[in-house]
T-cell receptor, first 110, second 117 residues
């Protein structure tokens, strides 16, 4: 069965410093990977997906199939980045189930 | 409505009782999903509807859990003989289609916090 691991439950970073939230997965096929974010008192929402190879709010994530990783990165942290971040995997189009990691709470220190 | 609406926002029930949780998706969204989030965990898939039918119910933990979507819009998650381990936040999400879910993600509701005492 597929599995998503986020090894850090908590991560604190100073404003302006680089951020990296780690995500590793186990799945033998070709998955779709996503990052979801939940800001304080808001709903869970999509941040970015590996297929689009886009940068959202300065965040990027590259799928590394060799290392089975999908780490989320931002070169310069901002206070508004403080939130809960979840990495999620879908086995592929036609399979609608998302498997989430346990999440990382990111706190940006002013 | 403007977003995915879930009612009630909080529900406290006694062990052994029956509960119903309601999800009102965005109008026109054919895909509807239920997830459960226990404390300190990520959301865990329960069931997915495409229209009126349950296309994947592999995440329902046991036969005490059941969900319906009779008219292809509002969905109800039903839990019989509740147990303390059922305490969690139950999240509903919707999407215009499975392809849209892949491209744009789901729209999540704010959840129902269920506490079984």
């Amino acid at each position: 069965a597929q599995r998503v691991t986020q090894p850090e439950k908590l991560l604190s970073v100073f404003k302006g410093a680089p951020v990296e939230l780690k995500c590793n997965y186990s799945y033998s096929g070709s998955p779709e990977l996503f990052w979801y974010v939940q800001y304080s008192r808001q709903r869970l929402q999509l941040l970015l997906r590996h297929i689009s190879r886009e940068s959202i709010k300065g965040f990027t994530a590259d799928l590394n199939k060799g290392e089975t990783s999908f780490h989320l990165k931002k070169p310069f942290a901002q206070e508004e980045d403080s939130a809960m971040y979840y990495c999620a995997l879908r086995k592929g189009f036609g399979n609608e189930k998302l498997t989430f990691g346990t999440g990382t709470r990111l706190t940006i220190i002013p | 409505g403007a977003g995915v609406s879930q009612t009630p926002s909080n529900k406290v029930t006694e062990k052994g009782k029956y509960v119903e949780l309601r999800c009102d998706p965005i109008s026109g969204h054919t895909a509807l999903y239920w997830y459960r989030q226990s404390l300190g965990q990520g959301p865990e898939f329960l069931i997915y509807f495409q229209g009126t039918g349950a296309a994947d119910d592999s995440g329902l933990p046991n036969d005490r859990f059941f969900a319906v979507r009779p008219e292809g819009s509002v969905s109800t998650l039903k839990i019989q003989r509740t147990e303390r381990g059922d305490s969690a936040v139950y999240l509903c999400a919707s999407s215009p289609s499975p392809l849209a879910a892949s491209n744009y993600g789901y729209t999540f509701g704010s959840g129902t916090r269920l506490t079984v005492v």
